[in-house]
């Protein structure tokens, strides 16, 4: 889908990675993108794909949500990030992911500090701009009435989110529910339509309904970073309840209706309810206060007036990236880069030299290794463009690893690469090397790559494409190739030629792991700078043979010193609640369950109720019974009563005594509502066994993912 302003402005492709039939919300805030960037007389257009993104060929990419997917293309690459890390902690991936791009558009001051806290060790310039999940500059009459109704939409991706407050809500006639009509059948009475994802049927239902519902997961409080509601909201011209994030008391100030859900999702609901009983009995003042939160968004947040910077960052940012060319008088540094070709891959060496030739760091030299068979030749056009040229010729008998070897020994410029098969640097990748070793001071470089990935790294969401993973934004552990490989690809590295005389001197006769032990023994000696951008596309990950060659990379490393081994990354913190409770410290101080040696510690002689007869129940179900000293008595249920799995379903009021002298485990989501109500029967200290659902769902996603089949790109 494409907007098009062909008036000499920018370029813009808003690259959303989900599947077009995907219902996010970033289908939504791109379309809401487009229209902004087209009312600005700017050519814009949504991508989905890399081959888009490279047809379109902007001046800016703007990636939606980069946790799903790194920087796909040599295009200036700017992520947006509005979401809250605690979201992406569970996964290393999303945080390779997001590292990779060129710059960041920032929710606020939290998360640009977070990126240059994260950069400091590297070269790279922190580009950033703030940005918010904002609308189109609209100024929609406020409409709110003595009759109107909550506007509240959502798609539950997370689960039902606070059920208790909006089912009291429902009940009370005065909410208005939008989104998919299968995710609120639990509450079908207040559920008033679903709404197509246009970029503007959501704003202008809100505007009819006169007031809204803007409430956020606690990590976006904990963070500061407000999600997508404030700003509709304010854009239809609809007053705004929302709950005491510092982003928008800070902004909006006194335009907004306030409740402390720090109290539950009970008191919640009577606060909301207070608030909507007054703006119906003075619906005057009411608008009045939606006119003043429209003309605060209207001046500091329409995504008209946060694209303003746009141009003025992109103008910063290309030099700063490498990506205008060097001028013809700037002094050059000698760079040969090796391009070993094996048979059958004179196409891919001329792709590979095409690439060389367009780098913006000015003529690179390279050392192209041959099969002694192979009599094509590079067209003259290709050869004027580099800084020199050798061709060496070999047999194809040997081992693969030969031919990088005897090409690194070939090169005879101050600073020496390598271009594996498959491999295609983008533009900036000689200049932003050289300029971080010189920054650095360093006498080896690298930066980060796109490798393919492996099906157990794939994140169970709608994505349009089986994309590459994003490899060189974490520490590099040199303790042996295979850790080595695991953050460092070795068309990523950039190294003076004296320092590899040592590694040169001997041939190790390797095959496909000779790129890979060549990167751990650059590694190994360090100090190794990071340019901290990602400037390589390789079609081999980084461990590519080490599997087939273990024994012998074993003896070949038997004698070296190994070097300090590099400190793990510290876990994320354990999730102990869903990330809509309203108050989680109350939940952190239950007693846990996190593993199985964990129901161990159970009374043995007190029967077990778990709380909660879905998902979560069936789990623990399964948990207990390999246990024989536990019993299992029944199931708890917040609002329904029957059989689950040959168990009863009860309320816990129904059964009060009887928990008394009974093990209570939490096995929901709902930590602290289930908690607090259990509170109120006498119930003080149940067992959270949240923690070990969450581990065991994600145990069993991974284990589906390992087992599954490869798929093609």
């Not at 008033?192 to 006169?210: K, M, Q, Y």
């Not at 006498?443 to 492996?454: E, H």
Request: proline share 8%.
């Amino acid at each position: 889908m494409t907007g098009r302003h062909l008036n000499g402005g920018l370029r813009v492709a808003l690259f959303e990675p989900f599947a077009t039939d995907a219902e996010w919300a970033e289908r939504e805030l791109s379309l809401r993108m487009l229209s902004a960037l087209g009312a600005k007389g700017w050519e814009a257009a949504i991508v989905h794909r890399t081959a888009e993104i490279e047809a379109f060929d902007p001046d800016l990419v703007v990636s939606l949500h980069p946790q799903v997917t790194p920087k796909l293309t040599g295009h200036l690459t700017m992520a947006c990030d509005w979401n809250p890390p605690q979201l992406h902690a569970s996964h290393r991936f999303f945080a390779q992911n997001e590292r990779s791009y060129d710059g960041w558009l920032t929710a606020n001051e939290g998360m640009r500090r977070r990126m240059a806290d994260l950069f400091w060790p590297t070269a790279r310039p922190l580009l950033t701009a703030p940005m918010y999940p904002s609308s189109p500059a609209l100024a929609l009459e406020p409409r709110l009435g003595p009759n109107s109704r909550l506007f509240y939409i959502g798609s539950n991706w997370d689960g039902r989110r606070f059920p208790l407050m909006l089912s009291i809500l429902a009940q009370a006639g005065v909410l208005a529910l939008h989104g998919r009509r299968d995710r609120w059948e639990y509450l079908a009475d207040a559920f008033t339509g679903e709404l197509p994802f246009d970029g503007h049927s959501v704003i202008g239902r809100a505007n009819t309904c006169g007031m809204g519902l803007c409430l956020h997961l606690q990590p976006h409080v904990e963070t500061g970073i407000p999600n997508m509601r404030i700003f509709e909201l304010s854009a239809a011209g609809a007053l705004t309840i929302a709950g005491h994030h510092p982003f928008i008391m800070d902004a909006f100030g006194d335009s907004v209706l306030y409740v402390n859900t720090t109290a539950g999702e009970l008191e919640t609901a009577e606060q909301i309810l207070a608030h909507v009983a007054w703006a119906r009995a003075n619906p005057a003042r009411g608008r009045a206060m939606a006119r003043d939160a429209q003309a605060i968004f209207l001046e500091k947040f329409s995504l008209e007036v946060l694209f303003d910077p746009l141009p003025d960052l992109i103008a910063e940012a290309r030099p700063r990236l490498g990506l205008t060319p060097a001028p013809n008088c700037a002094p050059q540094t000698p760079v040969d880069l090796v391009l070993p070709v094996y048979e059958g891959g004179w196409d891919d060496a001329l792709q590979r030299l095409e690439a060389v030739a367009g780098q913006t760091a000015g003529p690179v030299g390279v050392v192209l290794v041959l099969p002694d068979g192979m009599r094509e030749t590079v067209p003259d056009r290709l050869v004027r463009q580099l800084a020199s040229l050798r061709v060496l010729r070999m047999e194809a008998a040997g081992p693969s690893g030969s031919r990088l070897w005897a090409g690194l020994r070939a090169a005879e410029a101050g600073w020496v690469g390598i271009l594996p098969p498959g491999a295609r640097p983008f533009p900036n990748h000689v200049a932003t090397l050289l300029a971080a070793a010189q920054d650095l001071g360093v006498d080896a470089v690298y930066g980060g790559a796109l490798q393919p990935m492996l099906p157990e790294e794939m994140v169970e969401l709608y994505q349009a494409e089986l994309r590459p993973t994003a490899i060189g934004f974490d520490a590099i552990d040199a303790a042996s190739p295979a850790s080595t490989a695991a953050t460092l690809h070795p068309a990523s590295l950039l190294v003076r030629r004296e320092r590899l005389a040592a590694i040169l001197r001997r041939d190790p006769e390797l095959g496909g792991a000779a790129a890979a032990f060549l990167a751990h023994r650059v590694a190994a000696q360090a100090p190794l700078g990071c340019s901290g951008l990602l400037t390589m596309r390789a079609a081999d990950r980084a461990d590519t043979g080490l599997a087939e060659e273990h024994e012998r990379l074993s003896r070949l490393t038997a004698l070296i010193p190994a070097p300090s081994a590099t400190a793990a990354p510290s876990p994320p913190p354990e999730q102990v609640t869903c990330y809509f409770d309203f108050d989680p410290q109350f939940a952190a101080r239950l007693p846990r369950l996190s593993r199985d040696s964990d129901f161990a510690a159970l009374p043995g002689d007190r029967p077990i109720y778990l709380y909660g007869a879905s998902r979560g129940g069936r789990i623990l179900q399964m948990a207990l019974g390999k246990w024989e000293n536990l019993t299992l008595a029944g199931f708890l249920d917040g609002m329904r009563k029957g059989r689950a799995w040959d168990l009863t379903v009860t309320t816990p009021e129904a059964v009060a005594d009887a928990l008394r002298d009974a093990t209570v485990i939490i096995s929901s989501q709902y930590v602290t509502e289930i908690a607090k109500r259990l509170l109120r029967v006498g119930i003080a200290d149940p067992y959270n066994a949240y923690p070990f659902i969450v581990r065991h769902i994600r145990s069993e996603a991974s284990r589906r993912l390992r087992d599954a089949p490869a798929q093609s790109a």
